[in-house]
């Protein structure tokens, strides 16, 4: 006999449910039980009674995270960044910045993976749900997309050697609501720590995925009319291309993502 819950399901009943809800998109547990909001009570008049109780502190939720007054986010971001002098210290210091709304949201701050010492540093965009669980960039499908196509020109993450590496980093290190796309004002509240962490590695040649991380670099969009054309961002050779998402999505646009990949192949001999 299998274990019961609570809720009078057993073990494998809950594990359905449970996949039921992520399936639906789900994903994030908010309050021990669900609430149904057409049966909240009609809104408290803004005149209190004296007799109603106030709602506790803690029951209010949190206020937004905005900079003290007279202060600059971006240059906070800047001066922060412009202080490092290594990599570990650039993590300790993005893991440190609280002046960006988008990591209230976030399980853990998406740094970088692959080798900093690599020729080649993808810049994608902001984590996915899975990415903000792991602490990682580029995992799941797209991940193990981006993990063959880099690897049929002979380039890997898990390269210690400098010819056959890749750098990865996400332009936004914080998983946006709902996964949407970062908008402008946040790719440039947190452009200070991508230029840094750019400067701070090896990189001869940076490939941006996707519009976001185009933005990010070069703070022009469109993706579609910019990829396969070399251009320059950070002071380094850039080539733009389609994110693989948008590739698994979209299988018929893999001949022009081989292409760009082909034309990266000829810049490194």
């Given at each position: 006999m299998g274990i019961v819950s609570d809720s009078g399901l057993d073990w494998n009943a809950a594990l359905a449910a449970l996949a039921w809800q992520v399936d639906l998109g789900m994903g994030e547990v908010v309050q021990e039980a669900p609430q149904n909001s057409f049966d909240l009570p009609e809104a408290v008049p803004w005149a209190r009674r004296a007799t109603e109780p106030a709602a506790p502190i803690a029951a209010r939720p949190a206020a937004p995270l905005v900079p003290p007054s007279g202060t600059d986010a971006v240059a906070v971001a800047r001066g922060s960044a412009e202080a490092c002098g290594t990599i570990d210290d650039l993590r300790a210091a993005m893991t440190a910045f609280d002046l960006c709304e988008l990591k209230r949201g976030a399980r853990k701050t998406v740094f970088a993976a692959g080798n900093p010492a690599a020729r080649v540093l993808i810049l994608g965009e902001a984590p996915t749900r899975e990415e903000d669980l792991e602490g990682r960039p580029f995992i799941g499908p797209q991940g193990q997309l981006l993990d063959a196509m880099f690897a049929a020109i002979g380039l890997s993450r898990s390269s210690d050697e400098r010819p056959s590496s890749l750098y990865i980093l996400p332009a936004i290190p914080w998983r946006t609501p709902g996964d949407r796309e970062p908008d402008?004002?946040?790719?440039?509240?947190?452009?200070?720590?991508?230029?840094?962490?750019?400067?701070?590695s090896k990189a001869d040649f940076i490939v941006t995925m996707g519009n976001a991380a185009l933005l990010a670099a070069t703070?022009?969009?469109?993706?579609?009319?910019a990829r396969g054309k070399w251009g320059q961002a950070f002071g380094k050779p850039l080539l733009p291309m389609m994110h693989p998402s948008y590739l698994l999505q979209n299988p018929g646009a893999k001949r022009e993502a081989w292409a760009d990949l082909l034309s990266l192949k000829a810049r490194l001999k």
């Open positions: 402008a004002a946040e790719l440039a509240l947190l452009r200070p720590f991508t230029e840094r962490h750019i400067a701070l703070g022009q969009s469109g993706v579609h009319g």
